[in-house]
Nanobody, 116 residues
Framework: QVQLVESGGGLVQPGGSLRLSCAAS????????MRWYRQAPEKERELVAF????????NFAESVKGRFTISRDNAKNTVYLQMNGLKPEDTAVYYC?????????GGQGTQVTVSS
């Protein structure tokens, strides 16, 4: 079955960096668009970034453009989210996601807290 396991979250000061990872299994990873979402308390889930199967196309939410990058390693079935210049408003649970045969899947998420 499809499994997504996020890691790499934590507490970081404003201006700091974190690199999130999402290890995928149960599907042919290299064939699918991968997405990163986030959800802050009492806020709607936000699509942060997505990356095409080959990594040639990437897109970002306006709120993170120029600060976050997304990448993938199809040999390792892993997608990454590099977050630089973190701000308190980036505090959220971050999830990776994939749609396989019309079914949406997500992991358990990893908490990112940006605070001094």
């Amino acid at each position: 079955q499809v499994q997504l396991v996020e890691s790499g979250g934590g507490l970081v000061q404003p201006g700091g960096s974190l690199r999130l990872s999402c290890a995928a299994s149960g599907f042919t990873f290299g064939n699918y668009v991968m997405r990163w979402y986030r959800q802050a308390p009492e806020k709607e889930r936000e699509l942060v970034a997505f990356i095409s199967p080959t990594g040639g196309t990437k897109n970002f939410a306006e709120s993170v453009k120029g600060r976050f990058t997304i990448s993938r390693d199809n040999a390792k079935n892993t997608v990454y989210l590099q977050m630089n210049g973190l701000k308190p408003e980036d505090t959220a649970v971050y999830y990776c996601g994939v749609t396989v045969f019309g079914q949406n899947y997500g992991g358990q998420g990893t908490q990112v807290t940006v605070s001094s």
